[in-house]
């Protein structure tokens, strides 16, 4: 904690001296950021507009969740087909999140369907390539040992597959809400009539700015708080693997 406060300090007084350097109105200082994040605390719009980019992030990384665990578990525990089927997703994976804006804009309209679509298919693509390697890639050793017990596939997969499978879960989990996150702003930035990114573009046009840094300050933070909690989820779901957050 110690350490944190003293980066942050060292990082303000930074920011502060190469502001006053710059002395320039697009390069704006803490304090100016203060007085500006105050403004938008007071009038609602930061509320708001936080508030609306993290459902858009709630409703898209829970259907890539639901559906990233259970194909890739599908995936891997089916051997060659799953192969087959992972093959053909590999040539999706690739494409970053934000070129399936306009795509996503003309399929599902200006809006919050957009938005998700694209939020699903940034989580979506490491929770399904990290489930299934690690379903694929369960220990010979222990399904010798339920085959020995003549465990049936369900106990195999209930008390084998899945607690092997556990660590690699929790962290395809933990990186696919990094990138709903940072595919949510994406998305706002031209898809969308609210949300942080799009008061990003608003700001924009009106040159603010100081509440253009604010809105990313805010995304920066709500990342980071992100990462912190999946990352004490991940502990106490999977406590015989630490993170590496």
Same mark, same amino acid.
């Given at each position: 904690m110690?350490?944190r406060i *003293?980066?942050?300090s060292?990082a303000?007084?930074?920011w502060h001296i190469a502001?006053?350097?710059?002395d /320039?109105?697009?390069?704006p200082?803490p304090?100016? !950021?203060l007085?500006?994040a105050?403004?938008?605390?007071a009038?609602?719009s930061?509320?708001?507009n936080t508030?609306?980019s993290l459902?858009?992030?709630?409703?898209g990384?829970? *259907?890539?969740a639901t559906?990233?665990?259970?194909?890739?578990?599908? /995936?891997g525990?089916?051997?060659?087909?799953g192969?087959?089927f992972r093959?053909?997703?590999e040539?999706l994976r690739?494409?970053?999140?934000?070129?399936?804006?306009p795509?996503?804009?003309?399929w599902?309209?200006?809006?919050d369907?957009?938005?998700w679509?694209?939020v699903?298919?940034g989580?979506? %693509?490491?929770? %399904?390539?990290?489930?299934?390697h690690?379903f694929a890639? !369960?220990?010979?050793?222990?399904?010798e040992?339920?085959?020995?017990?003549e465990?049936s596939?369900?106990?195999?997969?209930?008390?084998?597959?899945?607690?092997?499978?556990?660590p690699d879960?929790?962290?395809g989990l933990r990186?696919?809400?990094g990138?709903?996150w940072?595919?949510v702003?994406a998305?706002?930035?031209?898809?969308?009539k609210?949300?942080l990114?799009d008061?990003?573009?608003?700001?924009?046009? *009106?040159s603010?700015?100081e509440?253009?840094?604010v !809105?990313?300050?805010?995304?920066?933070l709500l990342?980071?708080?992100m990462?912190?909690?999946?990352?004490?989820?991940q502990?106490?779901v999977v406590?015989?693997?630490?993170s590496s957050?």
């Amino acid at each position: 904690m110690v350490r944190r406060i *003293v980066a942050l300090s060292v990082a303000l007084a930074v920011w502060h001296i190469a502001a006053v350097i710059a002395d /320039s109105v697009i390069f704006p200082a803490p304090l100016a !950021c203060l007085a500006a994040a105050q403004d938008a605390v007071a009038d609602g719009s930061l509320q708001k507009n936080t508030m609306a980019s993290l459902t858009r992030v709630g409703v898209g990384y829970a *259907v890539a969740a639901t559906l990233g665990v259970f194909l890739g578990a599908l /995936s891997g525990i089916l051997g060659v087909l799953g192969l087959g089927f992972r093959d053909v997703l590999e040539l999706l994976r690739p494409i970053p999140p934000i070129a399936w804006v306009p795509i996503a804009i003309l399929w599902f309209g200006l809006g919050d369907k957009s938005a998700w679509f694209v939020v699903f298919l940034g989580a979506f %693509f490491p929770i %399904f390539v990290q489930v299934a390697h690690a379903f694929a890639n !369960c220990p010979e050793e222990h399904l010798e040992v339920a085959r020995a017990y003549e465990s049936s596939p369900f106990d195999t997969f209930v008390w084998v597959r899945l607690p092997a499978a556990a660590p690699d879960i929790a962290q395809g989990l933990r990186v696919g809400l990094g990138l709903a996150w940072t595919s949510v702003i994406a998305a706002e930035l031209v898809g969308v009539k609210n949300g942080l990114g799009d008061r990003i573009q608003q700001l924009r046009y *009106v040159s603010d700015y100081e509440g253009m840094l604010v !809105c990313m300050i805010v995304i920066g933070l709500l990342g980071w708080l992100m990462t912190t909690l999946a990352n004490l989820v991940q502990q106490r779901v999977v406590p015989w693997q630490k993170s590496s957050v």
